[in-house]
């Protein structure tokens, strides 16, 4: 039916520019530059509209309205995809949030004749000399200086500074750190200093009698006034002798990495 109409407009189109033809060839040149001119504006007129009235009828216009959808279907599809980022990331801060509280919840029950402060650690200052953490826990939470630090592995450091928000504490690993320490199978005293050689510490003052071997666990002797007794500290990677029996030292492998290190647990006292 559309074409029968288009083919109709076409050949009434036709027949007045033939009209038009004819009458122009009849003038003289003189004349014919202002009806030219007349012409264009009487006939591109008519023209356009037929081209489009054909287009129109014929489906050549569904290019420019399928463009325009495929644009509106992009800007959805971005929109999409933002909310679904959004989500993503939402849901990756959730899972940190639960992970921390499972370690929160382990820690409580693995040092459950403490009574304690969950923490975690905001930020690190680790030099060649230093390892100070500070945790978001403070006064208001009931912290205060000297209070021992645990992690789930062992022994973390102790509270060397306290605000109303927050708490620094120095590790074990800490140049300036001395944790009196006990041998656990043989119970000999040693002392562990922080050396920030490889994360490591170094056992010094062994009895000339103690037959230590790489292995042995080491733990806290209760002696000090700062560390409650038998809190894990490492074990020992590495004895050290020297000429002098007196001075052989061990290298001990913390049992804390505190490299991943992030949550924590105060003791109060």
Avoid: H
Avoid at 36 to 60: C, D, H, R, W
Avoid at 113 to 142: H, L, R
Avoid at 183 to 193: E, L
């Amino acid at each position: 039916m559309y074409k029968k109409k288009t083919g109709i407009i076409g050949i009434i189109v036709t027949i007045i520019i033939l009209i038009l033809l004819v009458f122009l060839s009849n003038l003289k040149s003189d004349s014919i530059s202002y009806i030219e001119n007349a012409f264009s504006k009487v006939v591109m007129p008519i023209q356009t509209g037929y081209t489009y009235l054909k287009n129109k009828v014929t489906g050549n216009t569904n290019f420019f309205t399928n463009m325009d959808n495929l644009k509106t279907e992009n800007d959805e599809l971005k929109k999409q995809n933002s909310e679904l980022e959004q989500k993503l990331r939402e849901l990756e801060i959730v899972k940190a949030e639960n992970q921390t509280l499972k370690e929160y919840l382990g820690l409580t029950e693995k040092y459950t004749q403490y009574e304690t402060v969950p923490a975690y650690i905001i930020s690190k200052d680790v030099s060649n000399y230093s390892s100070i953490y500070v945790i978001n826990a403070g006064k208001k939470d009931g912290i205060d200086v000297n209070m021992t630090v645990i992690a789930d592995k062992g022994l973390v450091g102790y509270v060397i500074s306290v605000t109303d928000e927050t708490a620094e504490v120095q590790t074990i690993i800490d140049s300036s750190s001395a944790v009196s320490a006990s041998i656990s199978n043989t119970q000999d005293s040693i002392i562990c200093r922080g050396s920030l050689t490889d994360g490591k510490l170094r056992g010094t003052y062994i009895p000339t009698s103690a037959d230590i071997v790489e292995g042995n666990d080491v733990e806290t002797s209760g002696m000090g006034g700062i560390y409650p007794k038998g809190i894990i500290i490492g074990k020992i990677k590495e004895v050290v002798s020297t000429l002098n029996n007196l001075d052989r030292y061990a290298w001990i492998e913390p049992a804390v990495d505190f490299n991943k290190l992030e949550t924590v647990l105060v003791i109060k006292k």
